[in-house]
């Protein structure tokens, strides 16, 4: 729903968003970040940082890791 809403309200058309339905969008931007960003090392997860042993892409420190597919 955030993606349409986000799409629909970005457009010129009829449609009116609402304070709410904006707070719905960003609530689940914070989810998505708060996924991929480790505070231990204050830095995202990055391909970068790409563990070819474990087939996981992770932050700098290897707190907040997730498998990666090539």
Not at 9 to 20: G, M, V
Not at 32 to 42: E, S, V
Not at 49 to 55: F, G, H, K, L, T
Request: charged content about 30%.
């Amino acid at each position: 729903m955030p993606m349409l809403l986000g799409n629909t309200a970005s457009h010129d058309n009829k449609f009116q968003e609402s304070i709410e339905d904006l707070e719905v969008i960003w609530e689940d931007i914070k989810t998505l970040i708060y996924r991929f960003f480790c505070a231990g090392c204050n830095k995202f997860i990055s391909v970068k940082y790409y563990d070819s042993v474990e087939n996981k892409i992770r932050c700098s420190c290897n707190k907040l890791k997730y498998d990666w597919k090539k």
